[in-house]
Nanobody
Framework: QVQLVESGGGLVPAGGSLRLSCAASGRTTWSYAMGWFRQAPGKEREFVAAISWSGVTTYYADSVEDRFTISRDNGKNTIHLEMSNLQPEDTALYSC??????????????????WGQGTPVTVSS
């Protein structure tokens, strides 16, 4: 069982920056990838970014690759999403997710098993 808790969301003007964090607890000794998804009201949930257990492999949605950076801390139990040049279309509930993987370098964009409650991000124009 893995519990995930997000933090760092808030209200920011267009062009501003936010740093989201996700802390994992109750994890097993196996490796797991972690990622971020977002869902705006009335829209489908979409993949944002993910990082492998090793921390050396990352994957980004095309819409955020040049503006967002995902990272994992040295203890591997916390990930972050640095978001810059935020735009109104980035407004959404951002959720952290995790999946146990057999490879420390595997970073999928779907199939995640554990989810946090989400942290809202609102970007004003």
């Amino acid at each position: 069982q893995v519990q995930l808790v997000e933090s760092g969301g808030g209200l920011v003007p267009a062009g501003g920056s936010l740093r989201l964090s996700c802390a994992a607890s109750g994890r097993t000794t196996w490796s797991y990838a972690m990622g971020w998804f977002r869902q705006a009201p009335g829209k489908e949930r979409e993949f944002v970014a993910a990082i492998s257990w090793s921390g050396v492999t990352t994957y980004y949605a095309d819409s955020v690759e040049d503006r967002f950076t995902i990272s994992r801390d040295n203890g591997k139990n916390t990930i972050h999403l640095e978001m810059s040049n935020l735009q109104p279309e980035d407004t959404a509930l951002y959720s952290c997710a995790a999946v146990i993987t057999s490879s420390p370098h595997y970073v999928p964009n779907d199939g995640y098993d554990y989810w946090g409650q989400g942290t809202p991000v609102t970007v004003s124009s």
